[in-house]
């Protein structure tokens, strides 16, 4: 069972989610104090990817709205990981286009859980994606993720059964209910932003390195 933690905005926050127990650590790049919470500038997430070579897969969510864009960003920080979940979805044609680009980094497409129509989509990306991850939409967040809630975990487990591909479980994930969720769902890994977060009137201001270092040794107990 591996770990991923969402989002992380500065080199020291990098390195003590990695030293926590973080598998996985991603940044979104965008606009600071815009729509997206966490965003960074591309020149921090080079920084922060820098410093976590061989200490954590490092994953960037990606929430340019065109191939070329998210191409182009992808080529100048050289993640180990794309994530897509805002602004453009891929494809197969997508998947080719970055392979021949940047054959070293997997494409990880999300999944939006609403209702059971997700298990199709989810489906549909299986057949080009490396990864899927599967998350709670917010009404005000665009996109997939960054929600805070859980949703209904017998559709995520009813898409790791029809998948063949690593699934990531996401959505209001914390230390007090990542058993329960590893149990139901049995995926792959489990991810977790806004619980391991230190947040005050809506807004994150930065990881909570106790509680990432309590889901991790929890999630990781649960092999």
């Not at 770990?3 to 790049?29: F, K, M, N, W």
């Not at 606009?31 to 070579?53: M, N, S, T, W």
């Not at 665009?142 to 591909?165: F, K, L, N, Q």
Request: proline share 4%; hydrophobic share 45%.
């Amino acid at each position: 069972m591996f770990t991923q933690i969402y989002s992380i905005q500065t080199v020291e926050e990098a390195l003590a989610c990695a030293e926590a127990g973080a598998d996985r650590v991603g940044v979104l790049v965008g606009v600071p104090g815009g729509k997206f919470p966490c965003a960074i500038h591309e020149d921090e997430a080079g920084r922060i990817f820098e410093a976590l070579k061989g200490k954590a897969v490092r994953v960037l969510i990606s929430v340019a709205d065109n191939e070329e864009d998210i191409l182009s960003q992808t080529e100048r920080l050289k993640p180990d990981v794309l994530h897509l979940c805002a602004n453009f979805e891929g494809d197969a044609d997508f998947r080719e286009k970055l392979r021949a680009r940047m054959p070293e980094v997997k494409l990880m497409e999300a999944v939006g859980i609403v209702d059971e129509s997700a298990i199709e989509d989810a489906k549909k990306k299986a057949a080009y994606a490396d990864l899927l991850i599967l998350d709670s939409v917010s009404k005000t967040v665009p996109g997939v993720g960054a929600a805070g809630v859980t949703h209904d975990w017998s559709i995520d487990r009813a898409i790791v059964e029809a998948v063949d591909i690593p699934v990531i479980l996401a959505g209001g994930l914390g230390p007090e209910n990542v058993a329960e969720a590893i149990e139901a769902v049995r995926p792959d890994g489990v991810d977790s932003l806004t619980k391991t977060s230190v947040v005050k009137d809506g807004v994150i201001l930065h990881k909570d390195i106790d509680r990432v270092r309590e889901f991790c040794r929890i999630a990781k107990g649960m092999q």
